[in-house]
């Protein structure tokens, strides 16, 4: 199995253990009374800050405005790149981040109407220019098909933590540039899914919005790596920016105009294992708390956390007793 040349230092295993003990605290930070709105606050930080590293000049406030269905006075391009982002975010909890097929998937989504290829890997050459010129040539076309086929491969199967293994990924696809165009977007959104699966509320965490803060030091982590031929420089700036955003949002209130309509694109901001288990509802009314937790392979507080928000959100309800009772979806 091919394996990404990466080092692991001891600052990445200190980072990795500080995410570990802030991933709880902040998963009880979205359990509170405003984090639905929270969510939706994340949401379009999210949509924003990924785009606007890529040039995309609409505000905050502008991609709210188009979430909500208003109509803005802005390039067209730059509005369906907006659309095109928040109609991939609304298949975050259905794509599966092993899946090469749901990538191109994603790519075809994101770049709709913007590129000739969309969904498609590049058939030419590409190479990645900076102030002083060319920084990055990318590989050939040719090879992108069995590159990213072994990249996938070893993601799936590599026995480093998901942490470390969403970095390595994201500095791999930046690297191979499988795309003619929308890289960046599309491998902050992989990582991002990536991360999903060690725990749901990366799915509400904006970590571009951070890298939109630091963006030259993101770059700067890019070059680092590409001349060690380690992407270690990378790995420890992304856990570190991770780590950053966990604690920068633990405390923070939002406000309540803040976000989009709660009516609109509500599938955006369930997490993986809400999406799951809603579905276990729709099929089995009487399945128990026990039963969820052991579909999903949580435990059954973890399981029942998830029920408490779905109820506080009015998202479902209980009928009944606790023994014989069964759930309702509302809505």
């Known amino acids: 199995m091919y394996t990404p040349p990466f080092t692991i230092s001891p600052q990445a295993i200190n980072l990795i253990a500080e995410i570990a003990a802030q991933i ?11 984090g639905i709105r929270l969510r939706k606050a994340n949401r379009i930080k999210t949509i924003h800050s990924s785009l606007a590293i890529e040039g ?27 659309k095109n982002a928040i109609d991939t975010y609304e298949l975050y909890p259905l ?42 040539v990318a590989p050939p076309a040719d090879l992108v098909p069995s590159l990213m086929h072994d990249l996938f491969d070893w993601l799936i199967n590599a026995p480093d933590h ?23 977007r599309c491998g902050r959104l992989w990582q991002s899914l990536i991360l999903g699966q060690l725990h749901p509320l990366f799915a509400h965490l904006p970590v571009e919005n951070m890298v939109y803060a630091n963006q030259q030091e993101y770059y700067n ?13 990378f790995i420890n700036f ?13 405390g923070e209130a939002i406000d309540p105009h803040v976000g989009i309509n709660v009516g609109t694109n509500v599938g955006i901001n369930v997490g993986i294992n809400e ?3 809603l579905s276990l509802i729709a099929r089995s009314p009487h399945i128990s708390a026990r039963e969820m937790a052991a579909s999903l392979g949580i435990t059954q507080r973890q399981c029942e956390r ?23 979806i509302i809505g």
């Open 306 to 328: 998830i029920l408490a928000t779905l109820k506080q959100q009015q998202r479902i309800r209980r009928s009944g007793s606790n023994k014989s009772g069964y759930w309702e």
């Open 162 to 184: 998901l942490l470390v293994r969403s970095c390595v990924f994201h500095y791999e696809f930046e690297f191979i540039h499988p795309f003619s165009d929308g890289n960046g």
């Open 275 to 277: 999406q799951k288990l």
């Open 24 to 34: 709880e605290r902040y998963a009880i930070r979205l359990e509170q009374t405003d």
């Open 238 to 250: 992304m856990l570190q920016e991770i780590l950053n955003t966990l604690k920068s949002h633990q």
């Open 221 to 233: 982590a890019i070059t680092e790596s590409n001349s060690r031929t380690d992407c270690c420089p």
């Open 95 to 136: 794509l599966d981040p092993f899946s090469i097929k749901d990538l191109l998937k994603a790519h075809s989504v994101m770049m709709k109407a913007l590129i000739d290829d969309a969904g498609r890997f590049r058939r030419t050459g590409v190479g990645i220019f900076g102030e002083q010129g060319c920084v990055h």
């Open 56 to 82: 995309n000049s609409l505000t905050e406030g502008q991609v709210k405005d188009i979430i909500n269905g208003k109509t803005i006075v802005a390039p067209l391009r730059e509005i369906q790149e907006v």
